[in-house]
């Protein structure tokens, strides 16, 4: 039993560097995160971005930012394996999820 909880908790891990990709499948960008305890922060080189967010049972809630003056929320879903990552993302706080997603695979 204890090997199953150290697989799940290190499941719930984001931290690392991923290979990200956005859009229409042809944006792409690294992404670098780092998880200490459910809190998560992150950067990628896409227009000097950052992330920020909170893990909940595999799942990263938080915002995204970059120094353009865009902005907005994400939602990353991390697999059972923990080597990648389904996710969606929008302008602003509120309103509907773009209709291309953010998806991203452990380097």
Do not use: H
């Not at 204890?2 to 799940?8: A, D, G, K, R, Y």
């Not at 993302?89 to 991203?104: F, H, I, K, L, M």
Request: net charge neutral; aromatic share 10%; charged share 15%.
């Amino acid at each position: 039993m204890l090997l199953l909880t150290i697989n799940v908790q290190a499941a719930e891990n984001f931290s690392g560097q991923w290979n990200t990709i956005w859009g229409s499948g042809t944006a792409a960008t690294n992404l670098t995160m780092t998880q200490d305890g459910n809190q998560v922060a992150g950067n990628y080189a896409y227009r000097g971005g950052a992330i920020v967010g909170v893990v909940s049972e595999n799942v990263l809630r938080g915002s995204w930012s970059q120094t353009d003056g865009a902005r907005g929320t994400l939602e990353f879903r991390l697999s059972p394996d923990g080597q990648s990552f389904q996710g969606r993302w929008r302008n602003g706080t509120s309103g509907p999820w773009a209709p291309d997603s953010w998806n991203g695979v452990r380097k």
